[in-house]
């Protein structure tokens, strides 16, 4: 199987080390038909009106919104903005795969940025705390009805997941765990 991480801008060597640790082939999504080759995609961390900008630009912005209208898809941080149906704080636009507002730099600035642990619900698949890592990270503001809450900082919805979609306001691929990157490969091979 092979997972795709969009590879136009942000942090993309860290999910492929985790990919290939857990022996799954990663694929760098940068054109259109790298979409073809891939059961889901990593949306990454790093600045998200220049993953907009550089989406437009490559053409990738309309194939990637309908692949993520169906097959798994996995933003973390900036790709939770991607991904979010409202976005605020600037208002910018998205591919509205999940059903969920985020304010951008919710926390504050690049020295605001913090690691913290993040706690389980009962839907997530072990009870052990996960090393949050936030750097200028959005907050949830609101959810819809279907979306499901996995991890929680405070009183922070901080891991979800709406059929298809997971979104992770914090940077997993920064930790030495990769619980949430099998949790994700698993929803690519179901
Ligand atoms: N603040 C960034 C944005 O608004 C996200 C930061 C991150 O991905 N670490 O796009």
Not at 57 to 79: I, N, S, Y
Request: with cysteine; aromatic share 6%.
């Amino acid at each position: 199987m092979k997972v795709g991480i969009l590879a136009v801008q942000g942090a993309v060597q860290p999910h492929v080390e985790k990919l290939k640790s857990l022996k799954v082939e990663p694929v760098l999504v940068r054109t259109p038909e790298a979409l073809s080759q891939i059961s889901g995609i990593i949306l990454p961390g790093g600045e998200s009106s220049a993953m907009i900008h550089l989406l437009k630009l490559t053409r990738l912005w309309d194939p990637l919104k309908e692949f993520v209208q169906m097959k798994p898809a996995w933003g973390v941080c900036a790709g939770v903005i991607l991904l979010a149906k409202d976005v605020s704080h600037p208002v910018q636009e998205s591919l509205d795969a999940i059903d969920i507002s985020v304010t951008r730099n919710a926390y504050g600035r690049q020295n605001e940025s913090f690691i913290d642990q993040v706690k389980p619900t009962e839907r997530w698949p072990d009870k052990n705390l996960v090393e949050g890592v936030f750097i200028r990270a959005p907050r949830i503001t609101r959810m819809g009805s279907n979306v499901k809450t996995l991890l929680t900082h405070r009183e922070d919805a901080v891991l979800v997941e709406e059929n298809n979609i997971l979104a992770t306001t914090f940077h997993p691929e920064l930790t030495e765990s990769a619980s949430l990157h099998k949790y994700f490969i698993e929803k690519c091979v179901r």
